[in-house]
């Protein structure tokens, strides 16, 4: 890969130097407004929004307006938060407008930097996303940078977890005499000061989750967006979808990138729930379809390998489980389970589709006779074999809906992000996500000074030259930042100072909000922190801390600036390069160093026992360091042959999710496409198809399927060649099953196949004439339903609203409820593909025409459930049970550095969460004065 770019950069420049010079003018062209803009009043200036709205929707476009937007944001920046954008954040601005990676060090300011192209892009009215990695830096920079978005008069919405949402308030209603406001430029001062580490909650709105997504920008963490995104694909209702609808994935900005997109992508985000209440269900029905009796409860087609109940059989299975109205009460889930219990007694032979191995049912494959341990039958049909053979079903966790992150976020419009490390991964981040990576030069020159690693014999003596560091850099006031790879480390390193009664502070993932303030503070005269490699991103470390006296600067200046030390190399460079960049900012000087044994992990996979062993040779005390710039060099090389064979299996497991992707997309466009319909008949809308239309072309197509399946030449069990008979006795009895048919229609359908003729063209116009005399029953059975509808609710208009809730359910639980079975397919398919391997074939290749098997498949069951259920219904199913209900949910995604506080006070829907109350502002007011 370094050989391609750089055969590139010698054919056509570097990339990085090419983009900074066609920037530059952009930059120069903004600042030619400055002086201008500061001549602005306030109202002057908030009227710019109104002017550059207008000026779009003339014809403009966001690059025609981004310079004298960007001197706006700037001006407003230095009127509200005190901060004045540097030429180098207009940047980082531009370079997020035109999604791309903008690297910037550590104390650059990317949470200002991110007002710009937030700013620019919410013009267009579309909504904007700034996505963090947990939910406390959400709430953080939105109640930070509010006060820019709320003067231009943008709305901020935030989205946490457990669906807790807010929306920015300024407050200015509850400012009413000169006390109140008084009272209120306390806070707006206290948060001016502390709003780099501190949520000011005063400023919060409790709301719902779709005010939240209909603001102009919406704050929140990548699951909570990834999440929304999967549950409004889950709705039974339009009005129940949170995000925008046409334009939920516009633009985003990813903060801290490379986190969200490499380090958390390898987890997809997984909505579950728990499905062992069923098992008893199974082998109840397993005995009750033994009961069962042929023609009259159900009928059997053995060449469609099909059976399914019919009215008399679930009437007589209604007695038998004392329910009145099995789809009422059960649901269509119920029926499916039971018919696919009949099908495991009356289609599946044991020792011909599958063997018992043990207390295991194992599937025998149909054209080599060999067993096929792992794979199991989809749809529950694995778990109805299993109730009728009498062994222990196996219930797993149903995956209602899944995606990757990588999958998510490919589906913006537009994408871009920033960091302090992204260019180790710049050949990930383009090949995966279409992103270029543009490194943005500090603005002030950079002062940091990187030691070589000190190599230690063992662990202890490594932790006793960590200790003798940290007393060294106390007694000059040198703050010390201790990096640490886990909070196993982070904890133990810290039980060790504690025994050497060193005060310090310890940072990871457990101490929720408390985050941002400890990180602050890291750069007080003295202190010590230890901190997990991850922990405490996007806070600055000023050197003296938040509060600093000159005095207190300059001692910690003269003692050498922070000081951060790793105590281990990460498998990733850039993690270890995320932790030197907490050093130094701003152009303030600073030290970095990584203190390493030959007992950590990278050391003892790649050279730590031949290390160890010339160490013991040449008998090296155990605290005596080897600084040494070839192991240094060693190091590095295997973070990067780490770092290639991640990033392979990462690409490997997106290209089998590609797969699933297009899966995922067809049905919830097709969901998607009910669920518009529904609503525009329930508006009343002109609309050109109906639910009526969309139930009636499933019914069609099954009815033709049914037809020319049974009137095509059959191949005779145990003879050669074919039959040239039509099996109306198979066509009769699979269409009662549909909808109710009597001796009349039994009749008419042998009278129109005795008007077959010789001739192929002949047998085309009877088969259409049968379709169309079933089509025309199904229209009648149809109007029967539709009259008992009526009847039941003696309100015409309350009939069609009913009518259409019955087809919208029926249409949607299907589809949900087999879409959950064919994920867990697709996991077996997953888990057991490689074996293909060993037959010398590309397991990819294998998977993709499996899965393809399958989701015609899962197309074809979807569309005979529809139609096998709807006439059975009756009234009453929007009582039953969906299998998307949103009370059982669990949700489980990418593991974070720290959960906000939010998590453990909130619930579901709106948020508790009260402004802060008058009482509290005076006290807040006095602590400031005191």
């Known amino acids: 890969m370094n050989v391609l770019k750089k055969t590139y950069e010698k054919v056509f420049g570097n990339f990085n130097i090419q983009t900074m010079k066609e920037i530059q003018p952009i930059v120069e062209k903004i600042n030619s407004f400055e002086s201008a803009y500061a001549a602005l009043s306030d109202k002057e200036l908030q009227g710019k929004t109104a002017e550059f709205k207008a000026a779009l929707k003339e014809g403009k476009t966001l690059d025609d307006i981004l310079p004298e937007a960007f001197a706006t944001v700037r001006e407003v920046g230095k009127r ?127 709301c719902t989750r779709q005010e939240a997504y209909l603001c102009d920008i919406t704050y929140g963490t990548n699951n909570e967006f990834g999440f929304d995104y999967l549950r409004d694909n889950m709705v039974q209702d339009q009005k129940d979808m949170v995000m925008r609808a046409g334009s939920e994935m516009h633009y985003a900005v990813i903060d801290e990138i490379d986190s969200i997109l490499i380090d958390e992508a390898r987890t997809p985000l997984i909505i579950s729930a728990q499905a062992g209440e069923a098992t008893d269900q199974y082998y109840t029905f397993a005995k009750l379809v033994r009961n069962l009796n042929e023609e009259t409860d159900y009928n059997v087609d053995e060449k469609l390998r099909s059976a399914t109940l019919t009215e008399e059989g679930i009437t007589v299975l209604e007695k038998a489980l004392g329910i009145e109205n099995i789809y009422a009460e059960g649901g269509i889930r119920v029926i499916h389970h039971i018919e696919q219990a009949l099908r495991s007694e009356v289609l599946f032979t044991r020792d011909k589709d599958y063997v018992l191995d043990g207390e295991e049912v194992v599937i025998i494959d149909e054209f080599t006779g060999r067993k096929m341990p792992g794979r199991r039958y989809s749809e529950g049909l694995h778990q109805a074999i ?187 460079r850039r993690i270890d390069n995320q932790l030197r960049g907490r050093s130094a900012r701003q152009g303030d000087p600073g030290e970095t160093q990584f203190f390493v044994s030959t007992h950590d992990d990278l050391m003892r996979i790649f050279a730590g026992d031949r290390l160890r062993s010339v160490m013991d040779r040449l008998k090296v005390p155990e605290d005596m360091p080897i600084e040494q710039g070839m192991i240094s060099k060693m190091l590095e090389n295997a973070q990067k042959k780490v770092e290639s064979h991640h990033y392979d299996i990462r690409k490997h497991l997106l290209e089998y999710d590609d797969i699933l992707n297009k899966q995922r997309q067809v049905i919830y466009t097709k969901r998607r496409e009910i669920l518009d319909i529904a609503h525009a008949q329930e508006a009343g809308d002109e609309i050109k198809k109906s639910l009526r239309d969309v139930l009636f072309e499933f019914i069609e197509q099954e009815i033709e399927f049914i037809i020319s399946f049974h009137t095509n030449g059959q191949i005779l069990e145990g003879e050669e060649g074919h039959s040239d008979d039509w099996n109306t006795k198979e066509i009769f009895e699979t269409m009662n099953t549909i909808f109710p048919c009597d001796q009349a229609d039994k009749k008419a359908l042998k009278d129109l196949v005795a008007k077959r003729g010789q001739a192929k063209v002949e047998e085309v116009v009877v088969r259409d004439e049968i379709v169309q005399y079933f089509l025309t029953k199904a229209q009648v059975a149809y109007d029967a339903l539709e009259v008992q509808v009526a009847e039941k609710v003696q309100d015409g208009t309350q009939a069609k609203h009913m009518m259409a809730v019955i087809e919208k359910q029926v249409i949607l639980r299907a589809i949900d409820s087999l879409w959950v079975d064919h994920l867990v397919q697709m996991t077996y398919l997953r888990t057991g593909i490689g074996l293909q391997g060993y037959g010398q074939r590309d397991p990819l290749i294998e998977y993709k025409k499996e899965s393809f098997g399958l989701f015609t498949h899962l197309q074809s069951s979807i569309q005979k459930e529809i139609v096998y259920a709807f006439f059975k219904v009756g009234v009453g199913l929007q009582l039953a049970p969906t299998v998307m209900a949103d009370d059982k949910l669990v949700f489980t995604g990418a593991k974070k550095t720290s959960d906000s506080a939010a998590l453990a006070r909130g619930g579901a829907g709106v948020s508790t969460k009260q402004k802060m109350s008058k009482k509290d502002r005076r006290r807040l007011n006095r602590q400031q004065k005191g």
Not at 151 to 170: C, E
Not at 520 to 526: I, Q, V
Not at 529 to 546: F, S
């Open 80 to 206: 509200t938060l005190g901060m004045r954008h540097y030429d180098v954040q207009m940047v980082g601005g531009i370079a997020l407008h035109r999604g791309m990676i903008a690297e910037m060090r550590t104390g650059e300011g990317k949470t200002l930097v991110a007002t710009l192209p937030t700013y620019l892009n919410a013009l267009e009215g579309k909504g904007v996303h700034v996505i963090t990695v947990n939910d406390y830096l959400a709430k953080r920079d939105a109640v930070w940078m509010g006060q820019v978005y709320d003067f231009l008069g943008i709305s901020l919405g935030i989205v946490q977890g457990q669906r807790v949402s807010f929306i920015y308030d300024a407050q200015g209603d509850d400012v009413t005499d000169a006390e109140q406001l008084k009272e209120h430029s306390a806070i707006d001062s206290l948060r001016d000061k502390d709003g780099s580490f501190k949520v000011e909650s005063s400023y919060l709105r409790g």
């Open 386 to 572: 299993e109730a009728k053979e009498g062994v222990a079903i196996k219930q797993e966790s149903r995956t209602l809906a899944t995606i990757t992150f990588q999958n998510l976020f490919r589906m913006y419009t537009k994408l871009s992000g920033m960091t302090g490390t992204a260019v180790t991964e710049e050949e990930e981040f383009r090949s995966i996500y279409g992103l270029d990576v543009l490194v943005i030069p500090t603005n002030k020159p950079d002062a940091r000074k990187d030691y070589p690693d000190r190599i230690y014999k063992t662990e202890k003596g490594k932790y006793k030259a960590i200790v003798e560091k940290i007393k060294e850099c106390r007694e000059k006031n040198q703050p010390i930042l201790v990096g640490t790879i886990s909070v196993e480390k982070n904890e133990e390193l810290g039980l060790f100072l504690q025994a050497q009664g060193i005060p310090h502070e310890i940072l990871n993932a457990k101490n929720h909000e408390r985050e941002g303030e400890i990180v602050a503070k890291a750069g007080m005269p003295g202190a010590v922190t230890l901190a997990t490699n991850m922990a405490g991103r996007g806070v600055d470390i000023k050197l003296g801390g938040p509060d600093a006296s000159e005095e207190d600067r300059h001692r910690v200046l003269a003692s050498g600036g922070l000081f951060v030390l790793g105590t281990e190399r990460h498998e990733s």
